[in-house]
Structures are given as C-alpha cells and as structure tokens.
C-alpha cells in the first residue's frame, strides 16, 4: 500500500500574518503614486529556536518573474521591507519565509564555547554550502567552495569569525536553499497613479460666465482666463458640465420651477436637440475650440478636469432612443430624480439594474473614452453614491486599465462608509467632510484619521472650502477672515485641496435663505459675471500660499501631518515635514477676534534644541520671531492672516541661517 506524501506547502514551518499595508483581506488594492514606496510589514515566525528568513516579493501584473527585497527583522518577529513603484497602472506584492538552516546553524554557532562542538559544526556548515555551490554557478559557485574548504581547515576561532563574515550571509542569501517554503495566501495589489493624483491644487469656474456684458462665455473666453488662473499656482481647472442643456423643465434663477426664455438652466440637466454626454453647448464652442483650450491650458501647466454627470434631462437623446435605460412610473411616465421633499424635474437618472443594462454600461464607458480621446485626463464624478457599486469597480478599472494615468474625483458628500467604499473601488480622490470641520477638537480628528487612520492606504482627500451646492455657514458669517482662514486650512492640512472660483477669491457668502446652504443668485442657474480685479480680491493671498505650497515638499503629502498641543482651543498648531523641509503651521480659528496661546513644539524631531535660539519665518507675511525652547507665544490678528505657515532655522553668526 502505499503511503500518501506530503506536499512541501504543508510541511512550512514558517508562518506569515498580518501583512501590511492590506485593505480588506487584499479585496482591494492600496494607493502610490509614481515614485513612492511601498513599506511592507508581516509577522513572521516559526517553531522552536530556528531562525526564519522572509522575502518580499513584488511586480506589475502581468509581469513573469518576481523582484525580491530582503526583509528585516523589526522586533517581536515583525520583519518589514520596501519597494519603489516607477510606472503607472497596477503592481503585486506579497511575502514568502522558510526556514533558513544557513542562519540557524550560524547562530547556533556563535552560541558555542567547545572546541569540539564547534568543529562538528563547522562541517555541518561546509555541507551547506557545498549544497548551495550546486545550485551557483561560475564565481559564486567557486567562492562557495573556497569558503567551505576554508571552513573545514579552519580553527574554532577562525571558522566562527567567517561564519559571521557578510560576504558569506550574501552568498547563502543569493543561492542558499529554500525548503518547504511559506507563501502568504494572498498577493496583494497598489495602483500606482501620476503624481498629481497625491498633489493638486483645483479650481472651478463656469465656462458660460466668462463672457462680457451679458454675453454667454465660449471656451475662447476661457482661455482668457488661462494666464490669471496659472498665475495664482493652480493647477487643475475644473469645468461644470460642458454638454447640451436640456429645455423640459428647465429650472430658473434660485432653482425657481419657471424658466423665462433666456434663462440658461442647469449644466446638470444633460442632453438636448443638439445632442448628450458626447456633445458640447453649441454656445461654448465646437470640438475643436475645446481642444484648443485643453492644450493651451496644458502649456500653462493646467490640466482640464471634465465632469461626468451620468444623468439626463427629459429631452436628452437618450431618452427618446433608449428608453429602457430609464425607470417608469405607474402611469408610462418616466421618473424624475428626487430627494424628497426635494424634486428634480429636469434630470432623469437612469436605471441601472433594467434589461437592457449591459449596453446602458458600455455606452457610458464610451463617453469616458470619447472624451479620453479628446484629451481629458481628470475628471470629477457627480454623485457617484447614487450609482451602483460594481459599476464604478468596472468602469474605472476597464478605464484605467487602457489609460492608467486618469484621474477620478468622487463627488459623495454622504456617509463615511459609502465614501469610502467608493475609493476602494478605484476611485483616485475624494471629497472630505473638511467644509463642515471647523472647531480645533474637530479639525484635529478628522484629520488624523485621513493621514494616520489605515484608510489612508486608499482614500485621498481633497479639501474644497465651497463648491456651486455648498455655500457652509462659517463663510456665511466669517467675513474676510473667515475665507482667509479656510483656505489656508485647505491648503496646508491637504496636498489635494480646490475652490469654487470666482466666488470664492471674491467672498461671495449670501445664501439663498437663512439656514441653508445654496447661495442667493447661484451660478448653476444664471450667468454670473465678475470684476476680477477688485482691489479686495484675495487673489494674492491665493497666490502666495499657492507658491509656498510648491516651493515646500513638506505640503506635497498628507501623511506627516502632525498637531501640537496649543492652549488655547479656539487656535490649532500643527506641522508638515519632508527630509529637510519643516513647516509649522498656527491658526486663529475665530474669525471675528485676535487669539493668542502658547505652543508646544517637539524640537528633537523637528531638529532644533531647546538651549539655542531659532528663528520662525512666516513665509505668508514674511514676519521673522526668534524664539528658544519647544514652548512659544502666538498671537493671530485674523483680519491681517489668521493662519502663519512657520519655517524654523536655526540661529546663525555673521550669515543667514540654513532652512530646515
């Protein structure tokens, strides 16, 4: 009879747990961008006293062979490793460990006192290596046989010291055998994106509103506008919908139900005579005016950001040429998009469980790819949480699959569970509950979670202060200071951050009614044009915390960011670090009163010492402060800058100080 084998998997005695970075059991792949690393971590342990030996291992899918990086061992049998990923689109890793009987027995041998116990292993150990020398080739294999010669010629002495030699740990490592080798159950996976997916800075405007005297704006008027949106250091301009407006149900000024004859509507109303999510307003220019634009605005160093509302108005072509792509109400009718007691007569959305579900999918996907081929590479998503699931996990994966550096910003002001599902699912970025944030208790936990919470791994943050739906209390009621302050805040608590522009450097903060939340006169509805040149524009002070962002690695990233204690709770202290480039950033969170505390700085890590003068350089105002020892005195005018955004040097003789 004969006896059943055991496969080697079986026989593993090494074990690997808790493989980190992983979201979901590896369901769902984490996030880099081009340039990165990837810092892996697993427990990784065996039975007895023997020593195991881990191995990351990691690749671009599709790829045939496996790079491998030596993990270390960090204490309490956690042992970690890292990558860099230097190519757009998807990448896999994992861990394998074993048993090393070369690390065991030279362990083991450092531990012997006996002469003769010593030379009994040194031949166990010149029989390991004349095993690896089988599987060596050419010079490694020669030294591999010269190194187990020398063992078994050598005294105790000399043979422990060349067991312990790193030449030798580099050879075994290099061609050792691996047996009964562990594989962790799981190979898990990072998208790897373009490096403005982690640093951006946005900003919106309606195209229609760029013309003069009342005349509807085109895309040529944009480009007008090119050079003073570049110039204030964004870098990602962001347009509304851009395609035909329905005429059914055309809503008026203030989303009033009765449109009058000249009344635009809403650009969220898609679809008309002239065509759907493929076509443009006829008013805005034709296919190739808007080409123009996206490459002027590239050679200003801005990249256009499309939205894709996938929703129709009632005279949509859509509706008339597939109308099972819609849900029907008892009388034939089609429904329209609520929120109730909230109506939307002008929007139907579609179905996306009807029959004919398959082509309603396949046809979206080809509005993504039209506009791809027109040369958009960033697009934000309206409502994607009113969408099934699976669709967004397809849509984005087909997409980035063919065209990996495009970037998608979920637009999901709703519950956290739902906001983060949607960026496992692929989405790039996302909205933040930072507009409603704004006491120090919340500011300080919100943000931890998104830069230390393990969400991190999936979910980017982008930070707006308002947007065309959202006009928050706090600019209702801040004046000045108030859209001073949160922008500030956007901008250096976010590497991803954007404003609704122009109203936002113009502080427009009449709401529609007490209460709420819509501005009065709102641009989704009307055309609304400006005098960008008022002299109380806050264009400058965008423009220099625009320019600091850039100048200042230590602002490119989220996860560094780090609170310090302040005592008084209506300021916020925190900082920003990147090798060399420190930033310590305080702020008035009362926009109406000066405010003034004591910080408390940890100078060790931010390499000062408490016994040496340095100097706080307020690269907003300029305003220099010397100061000594981790506790410092702050006092914010909010109506000068409520927010100072601090380089600390260190006190120089005779010459400027370097900059840390």
């Known amino acids: 009879m004969n006896k059943p084998t055991l496969p080697q998997a079986d026989r593993a005695r090494a074990m690997i747990e808790r493989v980190s970075p992983e979201v979901d059991a590896g369901r769902f792949p984490i996030k880099r961008v081009i340039g990165e690393e990837v810092v892996v971590e697993a427990d990784v342990f065996t039975d007895g006293h023997d020593q195991p030996r881990a191995v990351l291992l990691h690749r671009p899918v599709g790829a045939e062979t496996w790079a491998e990086v030596e993990m270390r061992a960090l204490g309490n049998d956690r042992w970690g490793a890292a990558f860099q990923v230097d190519a757009l689109g998807r990448h896999e890793y994992t861990v394998i460990a074993w048993v090393d009987r070369f690390l065991t027995w030279r362990h083991d041998l450092s531990r012997r006192t006996d002469a003769a116990d010593i030379g009994v292993a040194l031949r166990i150990g010149a029989t390991l290596l004349e095993t690896a020398a089988e599987h060596a080739d050419g010079e490694a294999r020669q030294q591999l046989e010269h190194a187990a010669a020398e063992l078994l010629a050598?005294?105790?002495?000399?043979?422990?010291?060349?067991?312990?030699?790193?030449?030798?740990?580099?050879?075994?490592?290099?061609?050792?055998?691996?047996?009964?080798?562990s594989e962790y159950d799981r190979v898990l996976e990072v998208v790897v994106d373009a490096v403005r997916s982690r640093f951006s800075a946005w900003y919106e405007l309606f195209p229609r509103s760029c013309g003069e005297n009342g005349v509807h704006g085109t895309f040529a008027d944009v480009e007008k506008k090119l050079p003073e949106i570049a110039a204030m250091g964004f870098d990602v301009l962001y347009l509304p919908p851009i395609h035909p407006i329905g005429r059914i149900f055309r809503k008026g000024p203030n989303n009033t139900l009765t449109a009058g004859p000249?009344?635009?509507?809403?650009?969220?109303?898609?679809?008309?005579?002239?065509?759907?999510?493929?076509?443009?307003?006829?008013?805005?220019?034709?296919?190739?005016?808007?080409?123009?634009?996206?490459?002027?605005?590239?050679?200003?160093?801005?990249?256009?950001?499309?939205?894709?509302?996938?929703?129709?108005?009632p005279d949509h072509p859509y509706v008339k040429e597939h109308p099972a792509w819609f849900r029907h109400r008892p009388d034939g009718s089609i429904q329209y998009a609520e929120n109730p007691p909230k109506k939307y007569q002008d929007i139907y959305p579609f179905d996306f469980e009807s029959a004919d579900s398959d082509a309603l999918w396949r046809e979206l996907k080809g509005v993504m790819d039209h506009w791809i081929g027109e040369g958009v590479r960033i697009f934000r998503i309206d409502n994607p949480h009113t969408k099934p699931f699976p669709f967004w996990e397809w849509l984005i994966n087909s997409v980035k699959a063919e065209h990996p550096d495009v970037i998608f910003l979920a637009e999901a002001f709703t519950r956290p569970k739902i906001m983060h599902r949607l960026a496992k699912l692929g989405f790039t970025q996302s909205y933040t509950y930072f507009t409603w944030r704004n006491t120090q208790k919340e500011l300080i936990d919100y943000f931890t979670e998104l830069s230390r919470h393990h969400s991190r791994e999936y979910f980017r943050p982008n930070l707006w202060p308002n947007t065309p739906d959202i006009l928050p209390e706090f600019l209702q009621y801040g004046g000045r200071p108030g859209f001073l302050l949160r922008v500030a805040l956007a901008a250096t608590l976010g590497a991803n951050y954007g404003i609704y522009g122009p109203a936002y450097e113009l502080m427009e903060?009449?709401?529609?009614?007490?209460?709420?939340?819509?501005?009065?006169?709102?641009?989704?509805?009307?055309?609304?044009?400006?005098?960008?040149?008022?002299?109380?524009?806050?264009?400058?002070?965008?423009?220099?915390?625009?320019?600091?962002?850039r100048e200042n690695p230590a602002l490119h990233s989220d996860w560094s960011l780090a609170f310090h204690p302040i005592d008084n709770p209506l300021m916020l202290c925190y900082s920003k670090s990147a090798g060399e480039d420190t930033l310590v950033m305080v702020a008035n969170l009362d926009p109406h009163n000066v405010q003034a505390g004591w910080i408390e700085l940890p100078l060790d890590e931010l390499g000062l010492s408490d016994d040496t003068p340095f100097q706080a350089h307020d690269l907003l105002s300029g305003a220099r402060y010397l100061w000594q020892g981790g506790r410092n005195y702050v006092r914010l005018d909010p109506h000068a800058s409520p927010l100072h955004i601090l380089r600390l040097r260190r006190r120089c003789s005779g010459e400027a100080c370097g900059s840390r």
Not at 154 to 181: D, I, K, N, Y
């Open 509 to 549: 903060c009449e709401a529609l009614k007490q209460g709420g939340e819509e501005y009065r006169d709102s641009e989704k509805f009307q055309l609304r044009q400006r005098d960008l040149n008022r002299p109380d524009s806050l264009s400058g002070y965008i423009t220099r915390l625009n320019r600091i962002r």
């Open 154 to 181: 050598a005294t105790p002495e000399a043979g422990q010291a060349l067991a312990q030699s790193a030449g030798l740990a580099a050879l075994m490592a290099a061609h050792g055998e691996r047996l009964f080798v």
């Open 262 to 313: 000249d009344d635009p509507g809403s650009p969220w109303a898609i679809g008309a005579a002239e065509g759907g999510h493929r076509d443009l307003h006829p008013q805005l220019g034709g296919a190739a005016d808007f080409r123009h634009l996206v490459s002027a605005a590239r050679a200003h160093g801005l990249e256009v950001a499309m939205d894709i509302a996938f929703q129709c108005a």
